[in-house]
Structure formats: C-alpha cells, structure tokens
C-alpha cells in the first residue's frame, strides 16, 4: 500500500507530467495538446507552435526535437 500522503498527491495532482505540441503561445503561458486533452501550461520562451514538448506541474519544462524520435544506427 503506498504512503497516504503520496496517494493523496497524485489524486490531486494527478500525473506529473505529459507529452504533447504546443497549439498556440499566448504571453507567458502556452496552450498544448496532450492525449487526456488541451493543457495551459507555464510558457519557457524557447519553444513556438508546433513544438513536442513535455509539461510538469504546470510548466513547460523540455523541449524534444525531431531527431529525438528518429533511431541513429551506426555501421
């Protein structure tokens, strides 16, 4: 059974962080897409429409490339 604090955070919380592309930039804060829906989230400055990007606790805190998904095979 894990801790109750910690099950209490999560039920709050809910998970800490998701995936998805920022849809618009508005200010300081960023509108992006993620599979459970549209999240507003603290916006970097770094990073434009279109971009993959991950969201914790409200923030967008790292910005993915393409070439992150793309395997390298060294011969």
Do not use: N
């Amino acid at each position: 059974m894990p801790h109750p604090l910690l099950e209490l955070r999560s039920l709050l919380v809910g998970d800490a962080s998701s995936s998805g592309r920022i849809l618009s930039v508005s200010g300081s804060t960023a509108r992006v897409a993620t599979p459970r829906g549209v999240v507003e989230a603290a916006w970097d400055g770094v990073s434009v429409s279109g971009d993959r990007v991950t969201v914790r606790d409200g923030r967008v805190v790292k910005a993915q490339t393409e070439s992150d998904d793309t395997p390298v095979f060294y011969m």
